[in-house]
Nanobody
Framework: QVELMESGGGLVQPGGSLTLSCAAS????????MGWYRQTPNNERDMVAT???????KYADSVKGRFSISRDYLRNTVHLQMNTLTPEDTAVYYC?????????WGQGTQVTVSS
């Protein structure tokens, strides 16, 4: 079992920045892919950014150049630096741990971009 705890969400003005953090505990696999997904009401949960055990990153087209994912392998944490935020980035953001066809999710943290 893997437990994921997100932090860092909140209210920010358009053009602002936020950093989300996720702390993983339990049976964390170093070989896991970790990442961030987001979901708005009545929509599916979409990938925002992922990072592999080797440090390879992937980003949704909508966040490329604005968001940056990083991972601390010793502390089992993953971070999402979000810059130049827009109202379209408003969503609940979920941390994800994926290994050998098993997904674990955090409870989510709300990010609201509004003036």
């Amino acid at each position: 079992q893997v437990e994921l705890m997100e932090s860092g969400g909140g209210l920010v003005q358009p053009g602002g920045s936020l950093t989300l953090s996720c702390a993983a505990s339990g049976s964390v696999f170093p070989g896991a892919v970790m990442g961030w997904y987001r979901q708005t009401p009545n929509n599916e949960r979409d990938m925002v950014a992922t990072i592999s055990s080797g440090g390879d990153t992937k980003y949704a087209d909508s966040v490329k150049g604005r968001f940056s994912i990083s991972r601390d392998y010793l502390r089992n944490t993953v971070h999402l630096q979000m810059n130049t935020l827009t109202p379209e980035d408003t969503a609940v953001y979920y941390c994800n741990h994926y290994y050998r066809f098993r997904n674990y999710w955090g409870q989510g943290t709300q990010v609201t971009v509004s003036s």
